[in-house]
């Protein structure tokens, strides 16, 4: 395969063909809030334009003026040290005041006051971009951006050289914790989508970061046996580690499938393309199997009251605690008795659930379908059903599912796979969906909503949801095509394909043609997405 040249964010010329070609919007060195800054609509003029400003302040002027800034209380401050000029307003700070004028205008780069350097105060460190360092040099030596005096050939050669800035620069913001990339073993895209997703569940994170599952105490591995939530538990201490930021490589995992003797997992190999959704399944209950404080009963397969306590709703797993919600179906008897409606309501027995899957065959070509469209087309629509009502004989009937139980992590899944013949077809339907999702209209408790009392205030709040984890599909069929994933940390988005790892932004996010939905309980998200 033919290997693509790096890119960064802008290039006014081309390069000569021994040198990398850069692309505007590409980031390849350096910093991604800088690559973000460069795609917005008119944001590489405006941020040229700025940055050439800062120069021509940092330039022409006498040093010493460049050394002054305005307070708290517009009053005029000299400052020994370095100031940072920003390129989205005409304001200087000290290093000190950056943090506080990025969180209250979201302003991210500056320029430093002495040699023109650029800034990110989100990655707290210069980051280094070779057109906007060209024309730093050219200001600096030449005095003008036109550069009337030729700079030496040799003088900043090694400057665009590739191997160069591999070795001293970074493809990531460098202050992200927990955010790094997974490589693909060939066709395990599918895999590594489930595992980011999962990486930044918060539930999921605590239980390994807190040693709910501990290796040295495993009796799996103590048999050499393998584990999968010890692997799981490694993967986590991975993540986390300040210091280690490459892309994890998540064979161990991919082996305890391998490894296993159970048939359903005999598909799962590195060559062959899988559901993502099906995988996320057997990693569930595999977890479940093994984290469950009644994990033993699962051998007393003699003992069929101990099994269904084991695969029970009371079961403590991390899985079950994370995902598991129940239904409920409502039978309706639409029969009548000496002429008026008999009306006799059946509840059926709670059902568990770990994910909710959702159609998208009734969608029409013309119509603009979102999330609550189809939550709503599975839970507020009556069907007829096979009953007999024991109040009237009769025979008719209607039969509606509501939601019981929410769990604190709902997964979503958009069934874009059709079985068609002996393969499936995919419906690529895009769908809109929330940031912020109300399920409670979708409960057996929505009558209990009305007003503005405080349990009103409760019950909605325990049903109020935001998003943490998109999964994409790219293709046109189940067995081929591509997933990445997208996935919030820090109240940030990132964008996971395979081990690349890139910035986001809510727009790209909600444009996604996506295929499962990760929300977690309002209780569990972030104090900025709450307000």
């Known amino acids: 395969m033919e290997s693509s040249r790096p890119g960064t964010p802008m290039t006014p010329r081309r390069m000569k063909e021994d040198k990398p070609t850069y692309k505007p919007g590409v980031l390849s060195y350096g910093c991604d809030h800088l690559r973000l800054s460069m795609i917005k609509p008119k944001g590489r003029s405006l941020f040229l334009k700025n940055y050439k400003n800062a120069l021509v302040s940092i330039t022409d ?27 989205q307003c005409d304001l200087t700070f000290p290093e000190d005041r950056l943090e506080e004028h990025s969180k209250t205008d979201g302003h991210r780069i500056y320029v430093e006051s002495r040699k023109g350097h650029v800034f990110c105060n989100m990655c707290k460190d210069f980051v280094f971009d070779p057109t906007l360092e060209a024309l730093r040099t050219k200001k600096v030596e030449t005095g003008s951006f036109a550069g009337s005096r030729k700079r030496k050939p040799d003088q900043h050669a090694d400057l665009f050289q590739e191997a160069t800035m591999k070795e001293h620069a970074s493809k990531r913001a460098c202050n992200t914790i927990s955010v790094r990339g997974m490589w693909n073993m060939g066709s395990t895209c599918y895999m590594t989508v489930i595992l980011e997703s999962l990486v930044h569940n918060p539930l999921v994170r605590n239980f390994y970061l807190s040693e709910g599952h501990k290796p040295t105490t495993c009796p799996r591995s103590q048999n050499n046996e393998p584990c999968l939530s010890c692997n799981m538990d490694e993967m986590f201490q991975l993540f986390n580690n300040f210091e280690d930021k490459t892309p994890f490589r998540p064979h161990d995992i991919l082996g305890s499938f391998i490894l296993s003797s159970k048939a359903a997992y005999a598909a799962l190999l590195p060559n062959e393309q899988q559901d993502a959704h099906e995988f996320l399944n057997f990693l569930l209950e595999e977890l479940h199997e093994i984290t469950s404080s009644d994990a033993q009963l699962l051998a007393l397969e003699s003992s069929p009251t101990k099994r269904s306590k084991y695969h029970s709703e009371d079961c403590d797993c991390v899985v079950h605690q994370t995902f598991y919600g129940k239904t409920q179906s409502i039978i309706k008897c639409r029969g009548e008795v000496g002429g008026k409606k008999c009306g006799a309501v059946t509840r059926s027995s709670p059902q568990q659930f770990s994910d909710l899957s959702l159609g998208l065959e009734f969608l029409g070509k013309n119509s603009l379908p979102s999330l609550e469209k189809l939550l709503k087309k599975e839970y507020f629509t009556q069907e007829q059903c096979e ?12 039969k509606q599912v509501s939601i019981k139980t929410l769990p604190n992590v709902l997964c979503i899944q958009l069934k874009r796979f059709s079985q068609r013949g002996s393969g499936a077809i995919k419906i690529k339907k895009k769908v809109s969906f929330p940031l912020k999702l109300e399920m409670l209209p979708y409960t057996d408790r929505s009558g209990e909503a009305k007003g503005h009392g405080k349990t009103q205030h409760a019950l909605k709040t325990r049903s109020t949801y935001h998003l943490q984890s998109v999964v994409v599909h790219k293709g046109s069929a189940l067995e081929q095509g591509h997933y990445i994933s997208y996935s919030k940390y820090d109240n940030q988005w990132f964008q996971f394909d395979d081990h690349k790892s890139l910035l986001a932004s809510k727009s790209e996010v909600l444009g996604a043609e996506a295929y499962m939905l990760f929300y977690v309980i309002q209780s569990l998200a972030s104090a900025d997405e709450q307000n």
């Open 387 to 398: 009953y007999t009502c024991s109040t009237c004989g009769s025979k008719k009937a209607t």
């Open 61 to 87: 002027n006498s040093p010493i003026l460049v050394q002054h800034y305005k307070d708290k209380k517009d009053r005029t401050v000299a400052r020994i040290g370095p100031l940072y000029l920003c390129t």
